[in-house]
Protein backbone atom coordinates (compact mmCIF):
# COMPACT_ATOMS: atom_id res chain seq x y z
CA UNK A 1 0.00 0.00 0.00
CA UNK A 2 2.42 2.44 0.95
CA UNK A 3 3.68 2.39 -2.62
CA UNK A 4 0.72 4.20 -3.97
CA UNK A 5 1.59 7.18 -2.06
CA UNK A 6 4.70 7.69 -3.83
CA UNK A 7 5.16 10.73 -6.35
CA UNK A 8 2.07 13.22 -6.37
CA UNK A 9 -0.74 11.71 -8.53
CA UNK A 10 -2.81 13.33 -10.83
CA UNK A 11 -6.10 14.01 -8.49
CA UNK A 12 -3.23 15.22 -5.38
CA UNK A 13 -1.81 17.54 -7.47
CA UNK A 14 -4.90 18.86 -8.55
CA UNK A 15 -6.40 19.14 -5.20
CA UNK A 16 -3.35 21.26 -3.74
CA UNK A 17 -4.05 23.65 -7.10
CA UNK A 18 -7.97 23.42 -6.04
CA UNK A 19 -7.00 24.45 -2.48
CA UNK A 20 -4.37 27.18 -3.61
CA UNK A 21 -6.54 28.62 -5.91
CA UNK A 22 -9.27 28.94 -3.28
CA UNK A 23 -7.24 30.35 -0.89
CA UNK A 24 -5.73 33.05 -3.05
CA UNK A 25 -9.04 34.00 -4.92
CA UNK A 26 -9.97 37.71 -5.52
CA UNK A 27 -13.35 37.89 -5.47
CA UNK A 28 -14.15 36.55 -2.18
CA UNK A 29 -17.54 35.78 -3.44
CA UNK A 30 -16.41 32.82 -5.60
CA UNK A 31 -17.53 30.07 -3.59
CA UNK A 32 -15.32 27.02 -3.04
CA UNK A 33 -17.74 24.79 -4.90
CA UNK A 34 -17.04 27.10 -8.32
CA UNK A 35 -13.67 26.85 -7.87
CA UNK A 36 -13.37 22.81 -8.09
CA UNK A 37 -15.22 22.75 -10.85
CA UNK A 38 -13.70 25.47 -12.72
CA UNK A 39 -10.24 23.71 -12.24
CA UNK A 40 -11.54 20.39 -12.42
CA UNK A 41 -12.87 20.97 -15.78
CA UNK A 42 -9.36 22.72 -16.83
CA UNK A 43 -7.51 20.03 -15.82
CA UNK A 44 -9.97 17.12 -16.88
CA UNK A 45 -10.23 15.76 -13.30
CA UNK A 46 -13.23 13.56 -11.95
CA UNK A 47 -14.24 13.97 -8.78
CA UNK A 48 -13.41 11.23 -6.03
CA UNK A 49 -15.72 9.35 -3.41
CA UNK A 50 -14.69 10.62 0.47
CA UNK A 51 -13.09 7.66 2.93
CA UNK A 52 -15.01 9.41 5.35
CA UNK A 53 -18.75 10.76 4.56
CA UNK A 54 -20.47 12.67 7.50
CA UNK A 55 -23.97 12.99 6.58
CA UNK A 56 -22.96 15.37 3.94
CA UNK A 57 -21.44 17.96 6.16
CA UNK A 58 -17.98 17.14 6.22
CA UNK A 59 -16.37 14.80 3.51
CA UNK A 60 -12.87 13.49 4.47
CA UNK A 61 -10.15 12.41 1.40
CA UNK A 62 -7.03 10.21 1.51
CA UNK A 63 -3.99 10.49 -0.66
CA UNK A 64 -5.43 7.09 -1.80
CA UNK A 65 -8.61 8.76 -2.93
CA UNK A 66 -6.74 11.09 -4.15
CA UNK A 67 -4.47 9.01 -6.80
CA UNK A 68 -6.73 10.07 -9.99
CA UNK A 69 -9.58 12.22 -9.07
CA UNK A 70 -9.80 15.24 -7.06
CA UNK A 71 -12.64 16.42 -4.12
CA UNK A 72 -16.32 16.91 -4.89
CA UNK A 73 -18.00 20.14 -5.42
CA UNK A 74 -21.11 19.80 -3.88
CA UNK A 75 -22.89 21.48 -0.68
CA UNK A 76 -19.42 22.81 0.71
CA UNK A 77 -18.30 26.11 1.25
CA UNK A 78 -14.59 25.41 2.86
CA UNK A 79 -11.66 23.45 2.02
CA UNK A 80 -9.34 22.17 5.00
CA UNK A 81 -5.64 20.89 3.84
CA UNK A 82 -4.37 18.41 6.48
CA UNK A 83 -1.66 16.29 7.64
CA UNK A 84 -2.48 13.06 9.30
CA UNK A 85 -0.43 10.58 11.51
CA UNK A 86 -0.23 7.97 13.88
CA UNK A 87 2.56 6.69 16.68
CA UNK A 88 2.65 5.91 19.94
CA UNK A 89 -1.05 4.75 19.91
CA UNK A 90 -2.27 8.68 19.15
CA UNK A 91 -3.61 10.15 16.07
CA UNK A 92 -2.26 13.24 14.72
CA UNK A 93 -4.18 15.84 12.85
CA UNK A 94 -2.00 19.47 11.81
CA UNK A 95 -4.36 21.32 9.76
CA UNK A 96 -1.95 24.05 7.01
CA UNK A 97 -4.00 27.32 8.39
CA UNK A 98 -3.66 26.45 12.17
CA UNK A 99 -0.84 26.57 14.31
CA UNK A 100 -1.45 24.04 16.68
CA UNK A 101 -1.37 19.78 15.86
CA UNK A 102 -4.33 18.18 18.07
CA UNK A 103 -3.68 13.89 19.06
CA UNK A 104 -6.35 11.91 19.80
CA UNK A 105 -5.72 8.34 21.98
CA UNK A 106 -6.68 5.16 20.08
CA UNK A 107 -7.65 2.61 22.92
CA UNK A 108 -7.54 -0.99 22.45
CA UNK A 109 -11.60 -1.11 23.56
CA UNK A 110 -11.89 0.24 20.12
CA UNK A 111 -10.67 -2.70 18.22
CA UNK A 112 -9.61 -1.20 15.12
CA UNK A 113 -8.97 -3.40 12.56
CA UNK A 114 -8.76 -1.66 9.49
CA UNK A 115 -5.11 -0.45 10.79
CA UNK A 116 -4.58 2.02 7.99
CA UNK A 117 -4.80 6.09 8.77
CA UNK A 118 -8.55 6.36 8.53
CA UNK A 119 -9.27 3.37 10.25
CA UNK A 120 -9.93 5.29 13.70
CA UNK A 121 -11.66 7.93 11.94
CA UNK A 122 -14.63 5.54 10.33
CA UNK A 123 -14.20 3.48 13.76
CA UNK A 124 -14.92 6.42 16.15
CA UNK A 125 -17.86 7.75 13.63
CA UNK A 126 -19.46 4.27 13.66
CA UNK A 127 -19.49 4.25 17.22
CA UNK A 128 -20.35 7.62 18.03
CA UNK A 129 -17.45 8.52 19.67
CA UNK A 130 -16.84 12.12 21.05
CA UNK A 131 -13.14 11.65 19.52
CA UNK A 132 -14.95 11.97 15.45
CA UNK A 133 -17.09 14.81 17.47
CA UNK A 134 -13.30 16.46 17.97
CA UNK A 135 -12.12 15.71 14.63
CA UNK A 136 -15.18 17.26 13.16
CA UNK A 137 -14.59 20.47 15.58
CA UNK A 138 -10.90 20.50 14.58
CA UNK A 139 -11.82 20.60 10.71
CA UNK A 140 -14.38 23.07 11.24
CA UNK A 141 -11.67 25.73 13.12
CA UNK A 142 -9.35 25.30 10.73
CA UNK A 143 -12.16 25.65 7.45
CA UNK A 144 -12.83 28.93 10.05
CA UNK A 145 -9.39 29.57 9.74
CA UNK A 146 -9.10 29.73 6.31
CA UNK A 147 -12.03 31.85 5.66
CA UNK A 148 -10.02 34.46 7.72
CA UNK A 149 -11.26 33.96 11.31
CA UNK A 150 -8.54 34.00 14.65
CA UNK A 151 -8.36 30.75 15.43
CA UNK A 152 -6.11 29.87 18.75
CA UNK A 153 -5.42 27.39 21.19
CA UNK A 154 -7.53 28.70 23.80
CA UNK A 155 -10.19 29.62 21.02
CA UNK A 156 -10.33 25.95 20.19
CA UNK A 157 -10.82 24.73 23.40
CA UNK A 158 -13.77 27.18 24.89
CA UNK A 159 -15.54 25.09 21.34
CA UNK A 160 -15.26 21.84 23.50
CA UNK A 161 -18.80 21.42 25.32
CA UNK A 162 -20.55 18.76 26.76
CA UNK A 163 -17.74 15.88 26.36
CA UNK A 164 -18.10 12.46 28.43
CA UNK A 165 -16.65 13.18 31.86
CA UNK A 166 -13.25 10.67 31.26
CA UNK A 167 -11.98 12.93 28.85
CA UNK A 168 -9.59 15.76 29.38
CA UNK A 169 -8.04 17.64 27.29
CA UNK A 170 -4.54 18.65 27.47
CA UNK A 171 -2.49 22.05 26.15
CA UNK A 172 0.79 19.97 26.27
CA UNK A 173 2.13 23.06 24.53
CA UNK A 174 1.27 26.37 22.46
CA UNK A 175 1.69 23.79 19.13
CA UNK A 176 -0.12 20.87 20.92
CA UNK A 177 -3.23 19.90 22.29
CA UNK A 178 -4.04 16.44 23.22
CA UNK A 179 -6.97 14.11 23.87
CA UNK A 180 -6.76 11.83 27.11
CA UNK A 181 -8.79 9.03 28.08
CA UNK A 182 -8.18 6.98 30.78
CA UNK A 183 -7.85 3.96 29.12
CA UNK A 184 -5.62 1.58 27.83
CA UNK A 185 -3.56 3.08 24.71
CA UNK A 186 -3.65 0.57 21.40
CA UNK A 187 0.51 1.02 20.87
CA UNK A 188 0.33 -1.99 18.41
CA UNK A 189 -1.39 0.07 15.90
CA UNK A 190 0.84 1.10 13.37
CA UNK A 191 3.42 4.07 13.07
CA UNK A 192 2.18 5.25 9.69
CA UNK A 193 2.49 8.91 7.94
CA UNK A 194 1.76 9.29 4.18
CA UNK A 195 3.79 11.89 3.43
CA UNK A 196 1.03 13.34 1.41
CA UNK A 197 -1.57 15.82 1.77
CA UNK A 198 -5.22 14.63 3.14
CA UNK A 199 -8.21 17.33 2.65
CA UNK A 200 -11.49 17.91 3.79
CA UNK A 201 -14.33 19.80 2.51
CA UNK A 202 -17.03 21.15 5.27
CA UNK A 203 -20.71 22.04 4.60
Known amino acids: MAGIYEGVSLGLEVTGIIYRAWKSRRDRRKSASQVI????ATKGCAFAMPIVNDL?????YSPYNLIRRTIQPYN?????EFDLWTTSGYLYLKAADLSFT????????D???DQCLSGPLRNWQSRNSDRFYLVKLYLASAADAACGECVSVGSFRSKM???????KIVTNS???ISVEISDTLDKSFPSCKTGQKWYATIA
Open 174 to 176: RSL
Open 56 to 60: DQIYI
Open 102 to 109: FALPILSQ
Open 76 to 80: ISAIV
Open 37 to 40: TEVA
Open 111 to 113: QVY
Open 161 to 167: KNLHHEI
